[in-house]
């Protein structure tokens, strides 16, 4: 059983995770997809908060980690002297200036003088912050780097992508007529269509660097801590698929119910979302078979 220091850093972590995904992707659907103002006000208003919640966390993960290995109080110096001795401040040292480099693109653009300096600060916050989970955790262990890193980037990118598009599409399908919102879904079905080859693709490369071989999947905690993921993946898939298939034609036949099924349907997508971040956090508490 896990410490309650244990379990605090735990829980900071998929806190940390779920907030930076999310202000990455609000930006990069904001950069992306062209929403109406009521969504493009959301987009602002949700960045900035995940923004501010993932720098608090990148911060709060060093008092936690060291806390959690040294038995100590949060507010002992060792605790904080241990922890920037870990990979956490290296991502923490990439992360936060990320979340507050997206905090400030996520104001409107005539306050931060250009659109094009907000686009350049968003590329710059959503680098750093993928940036941020390549120094550590399993993704410094998976060899060959020159492998492991496009794989994980790719996957961050993909998912954070995913999660920061479902409350702007979800507020674009409550505002405009199924045929009008239908131009914006469709946006994001032409970047979503990229975004799940790579969350695939990058996930069978990752799978194959850690596992090694069939006998590893099932018969390890890492294995099957995956397999749970993978599983919750492949229902999210599905549910994107149908949503392509059957619900977006009728959306752009003007259909009302269609719009209010891909509403429910994209609250079942975050749902699945959160439980898919949180096996993840679950995932990155047990060794891979490699190590």
Do not use: C
Not at 8 to 18: D, F, P, S, V, Y
Not at 181 to 192: K, Y
Not at 245 to 250: E, R
Not at 266 to 278: C, K, R, T, V
């Amino acid at each position: 059983m896990p410490t309650g220091w244990a379990l605090a850093a735990a829980i900071n972590q998929g806190l940390l995770t779920g907030a930076a995904f999310l202000a990455m992707g609000s930006a990069l659907f904001g950069l992306w997809v062209r929403s109406p103002p009521a969504a493009q006000g959301l987009i602002r208003a949700v960045g900035r908060r995940a923004s501010v919640l993932a720098t608090v966390s990148y911060l709060a993960a060093l008092g936690l980690v060291g806390a959690s290995l040294m038995d100590a109080g949060l507010f002992d110096p060792r605790t904080w002297a241990f922890g920037l001795r870990t990979t956490l401040s290296d991502s923490a040292a990439f992360g936060a200036p990320a979340m507050l480099i997206l905090l400030f693109g996520f104001l409107r653009p005539d306050l931060i003088a250009s659109r094009r300096r907000q686009r350049l600060m968003i590329l710059i916050g959503v680098t750093l912050g993928v940036a941020s989970f390549l120094v550590t955790g399993h993704a410094v262990v998976a060899a060959p780097r020159w492998i492991s890193a496009p794989a994980y980037t790719l996957h961050i990118l993909g998912v954070a992508f995913w999660l920061g598009a479902l409350a702007p599409l979800a507020r674009t399908l409550k505002v405009l007529p199924p045929a009008e919102a239908w131009r914006v879904v469709a946006q994001f079905s032409a970047v979503a269509i990229y975004a799940v080859g790579a969350i695939v693709a990058s996930g069978l490369v990752m799978t194959a660097l850690h596992m090694g071989s069939w006998d590893a999947l099932v018969g390890s905690d890492y294995g099957l801590r995956l397999f749970a993921k993978v599983v919750l993946a492949a229902l999210l898939i599905a549910m994107a698929g149908y949503n392509k298939v059957v619900l977006t034609p009728a959306l752009a036949a003007g259909d009302a119910a269609a719009s209010r099924r891909l509403r429910l349907s994209i609250a079942a997508e975050f749902a699945l979302l959160i439980l898919i971040l949180g096996a993840a956090v679950a995932l990155s508490l047990a060794p891979p078979p490699e190590t």
